[in-house]
Nanobody, 127 residues
Framework: QVQLVESGGGLVQAGGSLRLTCVAS???????????MNWHRQTPGKSRELIAG???????NYADSAKGRFTITRDSAKNTVSLQMNSLKPEDTAVYYC??????????????????WGQGTQVTVSA
């Protein structure tokens, strides 16, 4: 119904910056409305960690590890969410995932609540 595609990961030196972007699009016709859009990250052997989120109204929240360094922004008209990451540290190395929840309205009247994840993008910060 709805897919999320991330871009912008890569290799950067400590202290550098990266910007991740996630675009949501429909895959089966109809239309959808997004509620919260979030960024998570995961390193091998650890559970996925919520890093930043933005509500449909624009309210943001951050993990302590991201406060002051990361900024999440959202363009609801384009169904995109971005994560600007500054002052990156080696411990920020992880696979970053975009996640969103919302409601899908099919062309024939079905209404379905969904939660979608992107495929992940690798961020590597070298010391």
């Amino acid at each position: 119904q709805v897919q999320l595609v991330e871009s912008g990961g890569g290799l950067v030196q400590a202290g550098g910056s990266l910007r991740l972007t996630c675009v949501a699009s429909g895959t089966s016709g109809g239309r959808f409305r997004l509620n919260a859009m979030n960024w998570h990250r995961q390193t091998p052997g650890k559970s996925r960690e919520l890093i930043a989120g933005v509500s449909s109204g624009g309210e943001t929240n951050y993990a302590d590890s991201a406060k002051g360094r990361f900024t999440i922004t959202r363009d609801s008209a384009k169904n995109t969410v971005s994560l600007q990451m500054n002052s990156l540290k080696p411990e920020d190395t992880a696979v970053y995932y975009c996640e969103a929840d919302g409601t899908h309205y099919s062309d024939w009247g079905d209404i379905q609540v969904f939660r979608a994840w992107g495929q992940g993008t690798q961020v590597t910060v070298s010391a």
